[in-house]
Each structure stands twice: as structure tokens, then as C-alpha cells.
């Protein structure tokens, strides 16, 4: 299982900075959603563990939003959210 710690983000850059450290991302990786699902679904037995949630809601709502309904949408990667 990898952590992301996600207290004390200001942005989804941020964010995709964080998860480049845990997970390697292609080249090509787009640094939306989307690209973000494609590459988890190749990871198949993947377990993700997102720290400080609540403090990243508060800060970006939207994109949270958007990450834990992209999380509830894989199939062959088990993500939670602390």
C-alpha cells in the first residue's frame, strides 16, 4: 500500500507532484483525472491510502470531488480516504 498525504495542498499540481513521488507516471501522463484513472487501471492490485483528506477538501472541494468519485469508478485499485 502507498501514502499520499494530501494536508497542506494549494493545488492539483500539487497533488500530481505528490503522486509522481509514490507512483512513476508516464512521459505522456495528461495531469487530469482522466489521465490519472488510465494509469491506476493499468496498476491492477494497487492499494492507495490519501491521507488528510478533509484538509484538502476544505482548500479544493472540486477536485477532490473528482478524485473520489474517479477512485469509486476503478476497478482493480482499491483507494481510501483518511
Known amino acids: ?8 495542498l494549494d493545488s492539483a499540481d500539487e497533488f500530481y507532484k505528490r503522486l509522481g513521488e509514490q507512483i512513476e507516471l508516464p512521459d505522456y501522463f495528461g495531469y487530469n483525472l482522466d489521465a490519472l484513472h488510465d494509469v491506476l487501471e493499468e496498476k491492477s492490485g494497487l492499494e492507495i491510502r490519501f491521507t488528510g483528506s478533509d484538509d484538502a477538501s476544505a482548500i479544493m472541494p472540486r477536485f477532490m470531488r473528482g478524485l473520489k468519485r474517479m477512485c469509486a469508478e476503478l476497478t482493480d485499485v ?5
Open 1 to 8: 500500500m502507498i501514502t499520499i498525504d494530501l494536508r497542506d
Open 78 to 82: 482499491k483507494a481510501e480516504f483518511e
